[in-house]
């Protein structure tokens, strides 16, 4: 059974720091990419971040380049989101998801597999 489990949201101040992870299982980990999403009501999900396990490569959406960094722990079958001097426009539920494809997308539509969100609220 594949399953995507992210941890680590919470409420912070502006300025602040978290640590999101998501641990995965039952797929070949090393062979997908992993993307962090987010959402808010009413609005399209859109990619924050992701990463290609085979090389490493990363990428990031413009508005968090910089603050956010992507990695991950294949020993683990776990990847992270280190999220630094967050803004309240940050504020969002955070959901990882896995793509067969060897490229990163900042599209949801790759993602077989998602997880089923942490909620991140930055408050001002």
């Known amino acids: 059974e594949v399953q995507l489990v992210e941890s680590g949201g919470g409420l912070v101040q502006a300025g602040g720091s978290l640590r999101l992870s998501c641990a995965a299982s039952?797929?070949?980990?090393?062979?997908?990419?992993i993307g962090w999403f987010r959402q808010v009501p009413g609005k399209e999900r859109e990619g924050v971040s992701c990463?290609?396990?085979?090389?490493?490569?990363?990428s990031y959406r413009d508005s968090v380049e910089g603050r956010f960094t992507i990695s991950s722990d294949s020993s683990k079958n776990t990847v992270y989101l280190q999220m630094n001097s967050l803004k309240p426009e940050d504020t969002a539920v955070y959901y990882c998801?896995?793509?067969?494809?060897?490229?990163?997308?900042?599209?949801?539509?790759?993602?077989?597999?998602w997880g089923q969100g942490t909620q991140v609220t930055v408050s001002s």
């Open positions: 039952g797929f070949a980990f090393d062979d997908y990419v």
């Open positions: 990463i290609q396990n085979k090389d490493g490569r990363t």
């Open positions: 998801a896995a793509s067969p494809y060897h490229w990163c997308s900042g599209h949801p539509e790759p993602y077989d597999y």
